[in-house]
């Protein structure tokens, strides 16, 4: 049974102003031996999660969002670059694989992220986002650390 996201006790407050922040907070977790999460996914896959959401920031996103769905995106975006995401969104079953993939370790998943984020240092992102659409590089890096927040704020370290 999963989670109610929206309902977890013990979440992390965090804020993070750079993609350095985000892999050091994601560093001191994989190297913590006893860091747990209080949501639905393991360490593992909450790290790969944002690593390929960053990807696909550059490489394009195979998908778009419904017409009533973007035009509610434009009117939450600012928002959300500003004040961070809430928790409780919930995927169809089948977008879940493709969005948090599994891998072998938290150390592997780690390695993903760092490859990632320096991917989004040294090259833009410009791929229109499935709701938001067209996002600046920086709006993009905004959105990277926000989704981060919201992530790893459920992934508590010893």
Request: net charge positive; charged share 20%; glycine share 6%.
């Given at each position: 049974m999963s989670v109610d996201s929206k309902t977890v006790q013990g979440r992390r407050e965090l804020h993070f102003t750079s993609l350095d922040?985000?892999?050091a907070d994601a560093e001191k977790l994989v190297s913590s031996p006893t860091s747990r999460t209080?949501?639905?996914?393991p360490l593992s896959q909450l790290l790969t999660h944002l690593a390929t959401a960053m990807n696909a920031s550059i490489d394009g996103v195979p998908f778009t969002a419904s017409w009533p769905l973007r035009l509610f995106g434009l009117v939450i975006k600012r928002g959300i670059l500003k004040n961070g995401m809430l928790p409780g969104f919930?995927?169809?079953k089948e977008?879940?694989?493709?969005?948090?993939?599994?891998?072998?370790?938290?150390q592997e998943a780690?390695?993903?992220?760092r490859k990632a984020a320096g991917r989004l240092r040294n090259e833009r992102a410009t791929a229109?986002?499935?709701?938001?659409g067209k996002l600046t590089h920086e709006e993009w890096t905004q959105l990277h650390l926000r989704h981060a927040e919201l992530h790893l704020s459920?992934?508590?370290p010893s």
């Amino acid at each position: 049974m999963s989670v109610d996201s929206k309902t977890v006790q013990g979440r992390r407050e965090l804020h993070f102003t750079s993609l350095d922040d985000m892999v050091a907070d994601a560093e001191k977790l994989v190297s913590s031996p006893t860091s747990r999460t209080l949501g639905n996914w393991p360490l593992s896959q909450l790290l790969t999660h944002l690593a390929t959401a960053m990807n696909a920031s550059i490489d394009g996103v195979p998908f778009t969002a419904s017409w009533p769905l973007r035009l509610f995106g434009l009117v939450i975006k600012r928002g959300i670059l500003k004040n961070g995401m809430l928790p409780g969104f919930a995927l169809l079953k089948e977008e879940e694989a493709a969005a948090f993939p599994a891998v072998s370790s938290p150390q592997e998943a780690l390695e993903m992220l760092r490859k990632a984020a320096g991917r989004l240092r040294n090259e833009r992102a410009t791929a229109r986002h499935p709701l938001f659409g067209k996002l600046t590089h920086e709006e993009w890096t905004q959105l990277h650390l926000r989704h981060a927040e919201l992530h790893l704020s459920f992934a508590v370290p010893s």
